[in-house]
């Protein structure tokens, strides 16, 4: 069996569509969209640890005495782990050691976290005394000043001790020496001696400020050690090595990417030369299809010649007439096609040229700049990232470039299936006119209001060119059973006479508007009104004839053909016109079919 000549090309470029389709699901597939989200979690973290150890220095030195910016750190830091831990799950370069490194950051927040809790403690014993230290030394000198002359000068070593102690606990506070603790624990055991001699109101003074300052004595050495255990913990490296990780991970997707967008590049070149060579085809087959008219017109004006010159001869000029009865139908159906195929090619033209220049601008070739430039400081990634100022900028850079990536494949996946659909319908017109002859035709549910707009998307560029306003008057029509192809055969033909009949408009505006809905319950209605020249009343009866055209590049095929599509379907299509210049309403009426129904 001998498949048609379109076959192949057909499924090639259905296998190119799908290729295409497929590499561009695998493209959005791989892309790591969280990487950006990570990085930001990770360098939100490291500044909640800077100031977690910030709010710990402020409450050694005193400056808070609120514990809530000790709290309040951890907490952020855990829950923005959280949302970290949910971002990243994905497949690693290297799970082992992603996995290293994510419990090494929780065991070393956990171990700061628990080193706060008894700094804290620890701090507020310490703080409570040494704000004590001046009450309780005030205590004492005016215990003593309440002595008499007497007795207040035989206590005055006391007074210059205690006041001695007081300042030796502070400076200690302030830099913890063993000096200044010796210091210390001489002026307390001195006190101690000397309050036997006090009088008995002074006893407990002086045993409250030597309390105290015992237990400033015990307790800053172990506030000082806490406070570089926990300045030690390495929770900034640890983001460090995740943020490594990361860019390893982030590398290897971008490298994947890479390769997709070849592929798709190739993969897009080649559709456009198929679909270059289909033209080409297209354009031999008219050029053919013209000679055979031409040769048709040279021997009908030989004809009658030859009738009168060989009247004996009747018989086999019948059967050359028959000859060139059936050729001059054939070359009828060609240039039906013709017409109609030329009417969807304007739209494929459009996708191509967009295609074409896309392709040409893609964001995706300043992908290979910035990884030579990525390239060039692979022994130092990290530094030039957070260092480098070139460096700095590629994050950001990369993430605008995907965005535009995404942005150029969005489009392009659009314009490819708007050509996949205007390939689909110049195959149909060839499958629509070969029905003509007594084959039977595809009937399926559909949706006017679409059918309508994709028959305004194949005349979009036509439209635009010619500056017409389209007005949409959709009634609320339902589902309907129908040859779409037949449809929108005829309302391409439609659209694209109503544009011309206006391109001539140059004193008001150019105004198209489609219709739909439903008449009596039993027909849809269908009708395109344009503001263009309008149709003379003697020429209203011979507008759908056959070859009849008021266009002097015209050919008098559209009109005719979308009268026989809608006679085809078990419909009308008529024309209304109030004169030259008032503009004119083709209107289809085809019985109504619900889909619900079926």
Known sequence: MKLPRRLPATLLTLGLVMALAFVYLKTMIGQTSNYALSRDLIGHIKQLNAQWETEVLKARIAITHNYDPLVIPVQQINELWSRFDRASKQDHSDPAAWQASHQAFLEALQEKAGLVERFKSHNSILRNSLAFLPTAEDDIQLRLASLDDEQR???????????????SSLEFAQVSTDDKAADILLGLNKLAINKERLPEPL?????????????????????????????????AGRLDAIT??????????????????????????????????????????????????TALQSANEHLEQRVEERTRELKEVQSELLDAARQAGMAEIATNVLHNVGNVLNSVNISSELLSRTLRTSKALGL????????????????FFSEDEKGKLLPGYFNQLVQAIASEQQGMSEELAQLSRSVDHIKEIVATQQSYAGA??????????????????????????????????????PAVMGDKHRMLLILINL??????????????????????????????????????????????????????????????????????????????????????????TFTLDIPLISAEGQ
């Open 153 to 167: 000068l035989a206590q005055q070593n006391i007074a210059i001790d205690t006041y001695d102690l007081l300042l």
């Open 203 to 235: 006893h407990q003074p002086v045993e409250i400020l030597s309390n105290h300052v015992s237990v400033i004595l015990r307790e800053q050495p172990v506030v000082n050690d806490l406070l570089e255990r926990i300045t030690s913990i390495p929770i």
């Open 244 to 293: 490594q990780l990361l860019n390893q991970d982030q590398l290897q997707t971008d490298l994947q990417d890479q390769k997709a967008h070849q592929y798709l590049l190739l993969f897009s070149v080649l559709l456009v030369l198929l679909i270059l060579y289909l033209v080409v085809r297209l354009v031999r087959s008219y050029a053919v299809i013209q000679r055979v008219n």
């Open 368 to 383: 290979g700049k910035a990884m030579q430039l990525v390239n060039q400081h692979g022994s130092d990634l990290g530094r």
């Open 440 to 477: 039977s035709r595809l009937v399926e549910p559909l949706k006017v209001a679409e059918l309508i707009d994709d028959a305004l998307r194949m005349n979009s560029g036509a439209l635009t060119r010619h500056q017409v306003t389209v007005v949409r008057d959709y009634a609320a029509v």
């Open 495 to 584: 659209i694209s006479n109503a544009k011309y009949a206006m391109s001539g408009l140059d004193d008001h505006p150019r105004t198209l508007t489609l219709s739909a809905r439903v008449v009596d319950g039993e027909t849809l209605r269908i009708s395109v009104k344009d503001e263009g020249e309008g149709i003379a009343a003697e020429n209203l009866t011979r507008i759908f004839a056959h070859g009849f055209t008021t266009r002097k590049d015209g050919h008098g095929f559209g009109l005719h053909s979308c009268a026989l599509a809608a006679m085809e379907m078990d419909g009308q299509l008529s024309v209304h016109s109030d004169g030259p210049g008032l503009g004119a």
